[in-house]
């Protein structure tokens, strides 16, 4: 009886989460329709590029819990390698995406693999000279065009559509919001993403039962270098000029602050914090130069009330969730599962 | 050849003195409270403009300073900087002494942000870069083709005296023991009846003390500088500490000449625009080959 009333509860919350979905999607797909303010549209644009940037640092921060401070490199080499191949040889947008990742996961691996071994926040600080040194290379090679960049990057070509407006852009990005959020959704619940939430939680745990942590950590930092190469390679037809200034350690921090602020883990939450990291800065635009400052205090003040970011993901909080996350949606131990959450303390964040 | 690399390596002591002071106090904050603190190279950045202030202040109407003065007011730097270091201690990372590592690092991400906007929206600070008011005559001794002023040397000889001073503080005092100890197991030295937090404070004082010194010491001898100053600097010294074995002292003095002579040989062959890929290569490559850095301890990963 009980049980019943539950599960209709439950049905219910799902049914107007769902409702909740539907709706901010069907809102977000009618913006062009509603204003043709480019401006409003660029903003817009700009706003779902850094969601994709950012769910693809989620997969890194968020899942695994490894500290990536250069993930704007992985942008660059997407929107580098597509800026090159289209100027230089003539490839279409969509064919250079491949040669990106390559390169992207290339790079992942020569960083991560002596990286990961060691504690997590070495990977903070590698992470970090690696930007600063694609962003080094960016700007003294020739073939990427010095300080100026690489500049009149043809058009993104579907079919026989081309893209050349900013709504065009908007709805290409926002395909590909859609497409990382489903992506992580679907991550999160795999055996990878599984992993990678009892890495983050507790890493000698993790090991103790027999999950690889090296390697998956490697995984989680290659996943998230191909969403970044992806998102930089259709980032530069967008806005058809680039250059080394975009990709330095500033957007790498934006990036990190969208996860952080919005929720370490959470997709809705690091979609939030990207919009959020996004137009701030734009409705402040008068205090021009106290803006980073703003964004700093309020960034320090929010790790310190709120470790986990505003909307984080369900916390693990105790020893049951983390027993079953390793299991799955098996049901069978779920009573003794409770129990055991109920018994082990959560984990005190706040004191 | 021989001649030129000589040259190399006396200028990259010279730098290395510059990193040394610096990664020494990464190195003391992350061995007590396992923390990289992003915002280090930025008490040294804040110390460069406070000296500046300062100095400016000091010496209106003399057109070059006494060294007796420089002395002085690089004594009274090095203890604001502390101050505002063991400030920032108390009020951002004590608070936060329990959150994960991944919420502390970005908590200090967040507040080098706030130091750098902070100096930048400061008026007569700023964006542009500023003439420090003081610089050492051009008089020295030739070693080589080189040249060095006394300025130089002096550099180095104070940066040598200071780290000394840190390695007797820390090897050879009760207090020193007391930070070992809560390196070493915080709780266990709570049971012991040391004060963990005033500990602490005290390390981030040191810290922040000595990247002060280190400010001012660059003021003088490059006579500019600029509020990004601090994050060039900051990635160089934790490189050097990380080089050295972080959370070693000796270790961050090696590892700050160490990573000078290889950035100074590095950028003589590349060229001056390749430093910090030089600095990150030599990290990498470290790391794949001995991760606990030179004379760092092996230590066993806690379970």
């Given at each position: 009886m009980l049980a019943r009333r539950v599960r209709a509860k439950v049905d219910g919350f799902k049914a107007m989460r769902g409702g909740i979905v539907v709706a901010v999607v069907v809102v977000a797909a009618l913006i062009p329709q509603m204003t043709q303010n480019q401006y409003y549209l660029g903003v817009a644009f700009q706003a779902e590029m850094l969601m994709c940037l950012a769910l693809g640092l989620n997969i890194v921060v968020g899942y695994a819990g490894m500290l990536d401070l250069g993930f704007a490199a992985f942008f660059a080499i997407g929107a580098y390698t597509t800026g090159i191949l289209s100027t230089k040889e003539h490839w279409s947008i969509i064919a250079s995406i491949v040669p990106g990742v390559v390169i992207a996961v290339v790079c992942a691996l020569i960083i991560g693999f002596p990286t990961l071994r060691l504690r997590s926040d070495y990977l903070a600080v590698v992470t970090l000279g690696f930007g600063e040194i694609i962003q080094t290379i960016a700007i003294n090679l020739n073939q990427t065009g010095g300080p100026t960049g690489i500049y009149a990057i043809p058009a993104l070509t579907i079919g026989s559509v081309v893209v050349n407006s900013n709504t065009g852009y908007y709805y290409v990005f926002f395909v590909l919001v859609i497409a990382f959020a489903l992506f992580s959704t679907r991550l999160r619940g795999s055996r990878l993403g599984r992993a990678w939430l009892c890495i983050r939680e507790d890493e000698d745990a993790a090991k103790a039962m027999g999950i690889n942590t090296n390697h998956y950590k490697l995984y989680a930092y290659v996943f998230g270098a191909v969403l970044g190469s992806i998102t930089g390679s259709l980032y530069a037809p967008a806005l058809t000029a680039i250059s080394p200034a975009s990709f330095g350690f500033?957007?790498?921090?934006?990036?990190?602050?969208?996860?952080?602020?919005?929720?370490l883990g959470s997709i809705w939450g690091?979609?939030?914090?990207?919009?959020?990291?996004?137009?701030?800065?734009?409705?402040?635009?008068?205090?021009a130069q106290a803006r980073l400052l703003v964004f700093g205090v309020l960034l320090v003040f929010l790790m310190i009330v709120r470790p986990r970011g505003l909307f984080p993901e369900r916390a693990f909080q105790g020893a049951g969730t983390r027993i079953r996350a390793l299991l799955g949606r098996t049901k069978i131990a779920s009573p003794l599962l409770v129990a055991a959450d109920a018994i082990v303390a959560p984990p005190t964040e706040d004191p | 050849m021989v001649s030129l690399l000589l040259n190399e390596i006396g200028n990259g002591i010279f730098l290395g003195a510059f990193f040394g002071l610096v990664a020494l106090g990464y190195s003391m904050v992350y061995g007590i409270l396992r923390l990289i603190n992003f915002a280090h190279g930025d008490f040294y950045m804040v110390a460069a403009f406070v000296s500046y202030t300062i100095l400016g202040a000091v010496l209106v109407g003399h057109s070059r300073g006494q060294w007796w003065t420089v002395l002085w007011v690089g004594i009274l730097v090095m203890i604001i900087t502390g101050g505002l270091a063991m400030l920032i201690n108390q009020l951002v990372y004590r608070p936060m002494r329990r959150a994960a590592i991944l919420s502390l690092m970005i908590a200090a991400i967040g507040l080098s942000q706030v130091l750098e906007n902070g100096v930048l929206v400061t008026p007569n600070w700023g964006a542009t870069y500023l003439v420090y008011p003081v610089t050492t005559p051009a008089a020295g001794f030739n070693l080589g083709s080189n040249h060095y002023t006394w300025g130089q040397l002096i550099i180095v000889l104070v940066s040598g005296l200071l780290a000394l001073g840190v390695y007797f503080l820390v090897s050879r005092t009760?207090?020193?023991k007391a930070m070992r100890a809560v390196s070493e197991d915080r709780i266990a030295a709570t049971l012991m009846g040391i004060n963990v937090d005033l500990v602490i404070g005290i390390v981030f004082f040191i810290g922040g003390a000595l990247a002060g010194a280190a400010a001012v010491m660059t003021g003088v001898y490059y006579g500019q500088i600029d509020y990004l100053m601090g994050f060039t600097v900051g990635l160089e010294a934790f490189t050097a500490a990380v080089l050295g074995g972080i959370g070693n002292i000796g270790g961050a003095v090696l590892g700050g000449l160490i990573l000078g002579i290889v950035q100074s040989i590095g950028t003589g062959i590349f060229g001056a625009e390749w430093a910090i890929v030089v600095a990150f290569g030599a990290l990498v490559l470290m790391l794949w080959f001995r991760p606990t850095g030179l004379l760092g301890e092996r230590v066993a990963r806690r379970m």
């Open positions: 500033s957007e790498s921090l934006l990036i990190v602050m969208a996860v952080a602020i919005g929720g690091v979609m939030f914090g990207a919009a959020v990291v996004e137009v701030f800065p734009e409705v402040f635009r008068s205090f | 009760l207090l020193g």
